[in-house]
């Protein structure tokens, strides 16, 4: 069986990737989550949740065993080498599980779905890269309105993303996600064809 054709679709946080996603899910395109593969390995009683425990303590998790997403995400944001021994523990399950899912998909291209595809280089499993853009304004008001963060917060996520411009400029399509949802609909079904006809040639 041949490798299946891989569209990586990023963009920095409230860019609104899930909106463009589920248009491509409509078209019967396999979808792969990194942020989904990201929860599935640290389900209860997985070994990396050991790890997580033995190397930021209680305080990341729930008195019910389950991992403190917020209390993590807000950890890592503020401390580079907590971040840096988090990406240790948790990349090499991802990546794995990752590869998994891609390997089981039966649509004709799969889109792998990810915040940081970049940063993590995973635009290397990648043969083509769909960034979903917003001006920095926008995926800061989208982010408070959606995860009731504070602004210092939403900062340090993008700060910790590679910059629009860089973004950008490793992209082989856009959307610029500030168009009617009706554009939007136009755009990905033109992206589709584009993608479907790409995946035939591979």
């Known amino acids: 069986m041949s490798e299946p054709y891989v569209v990586g679709v990023t963009g920095g946080i409230g860019s609104g990737k899930t909106t463009i996603t589920n248009q491509f899910l409509r078209l019967g395109i396999d979808i792969v989550d990194a942020d989904e593969c990201a929860r ?20 990341v998790f ?16 503020s401390d580079e080498n907590a971040k ?3 990406n240790g523990i ?3 399950a991802i990546r794995k599980e ?3 899912q891609i390997a089981q998909a039966t649509s004709p291209y799969v889109i792998l779905s990810a915040p940081l595809l970049l940063e993590n280089n995973l635009d290397r499993l990648c043969d083509r890269v769909l960034v979903i853009d917003v001006p920095e304004s926008v995926q800061v008001e989208r982010t408070i309105a959606r995860d009731h963060v504070p602004e210092s917060q939403v900062r340090a996520i993008m700060a910790a993303q590679i910059s629009r411009k860089s973004r950008l400029a490793r992209a082989d399509d856009i959307i610029d996600n500030t168009q009617p949802v009706s554009a939007l609909v136009e755009l990905v079904a033109s992206l589709h064809q584009q993608y ?3 995946a035939k040639s591979k």
């Open 98 to 100: 990752l590869l998994a």
């Open 196 to 198: 479907l006809g790409f």
């Open 90 to 92: 948790m990349h090499p």
């Open 62 to 77: 729930h008195p019910n065993g389950e991992l403190d997403r917020a209390a993590l995400r807000a950890l890592i944001f």
């Open 40 to 59: 599935a390995v640290v389900q209860p009683n997985s070994p990396l949740l050991h790890d997580i425990r033995a190397a930021f303590g209680a305080d």
């Open 84 to 86: 840096l021994t988090l």
